[in-house]
Structure formats: C-alpha cells, structure tokens
C-alpha cells in the first residue's frame, strides 16, 4: 500500500489549491473504514494535524483553517482530497495525507504548498 499525494504548487495569497491522496493498493474496506487525515509542516516547525475525515463522515479542522478548507474522501477512486481556499502565507508548507485503517497507518511523502504575499 502506498499513499502518493499531489497537487501542491506555487499560488497567490487568496487563491486555492485542491491536494489529492491516493491510496493505491488498498482494498475497498479498508479504505473506506480508515480516517483520513491532513498535516502540515510549516518551515522550521513540526508537523501538525490540520483537518481529519472520520468513518462516520464527521470532520474536524483546527482553527486556522476551518473555513477555508474541506477535506472529502472519494471511496471508488481510493482518494482523500484537500481543497484549500483563501489561501494565505502561513498556509505555506509540506502537506502529508495520513491514513489509519485496521489494515495498518500509512503516510503519503508530501507536496509542497507555497503561497505568496
């Protein structure tokens, strides 16, 4: 099982980015079994957990993002997406997909987010 993650870039501050995750290998109850989640590791700090998708469809975003951004999960496409709105330079960072399923946790290697001023 391996989660490859995309769709990072280079945007202006207010704009959007959509990040997607995808679970290749994974079989279909596993994955839609698993939370879902979204960290970010900001220049020089740790990485934090900034939205999750539970089995139940509840979500949880902390502060400094709800809002702006949506975290959905596309069981027959195995994929987690991110979509980031009203983007701004402290959003600027690596974005890991994480994913913790009775078949095991799994990271995704993370794309770059950076937004400019």
């Known amino acids: 099982v391996q989660l490859q993650a995309s769709g990072g870039g280079l945007v202006q501050a207010g704009g959007s980015l959509r990040l997607s995750c995808r679970a290749s290998g994974m079989i279909l109850s596993v994955f839609s079994s698993g939370s879902a989640h979204w960290y970010r590791q900001s220049p020089g700090q740790q990485r934090d957990l900034i939205a999750r998708?539970?089995?139940?469809?509840?979500?949880h975003y902390t502060d400094d993002v709800k809002g702006r951004f949506t975290i959905s999960k596309d069981n027959s496409r195995r994929t987690v997406y991110l979509e980031m709105n009203s983007l701004k330079p402290e959003d600027t960072g690596v974005y890991y997909c994480?994913?913790?399923?009775?078949?095991?946790?799994?990271w995704g290697q993370g794309t770059q987010v950076t937004v400019s001023s």
């Open positions: 998708f539970t089995p139940g469809e509840s979500t």
């Open positions: 994480h994913m913790d399923t009775y078949g095991g946790k799994y």
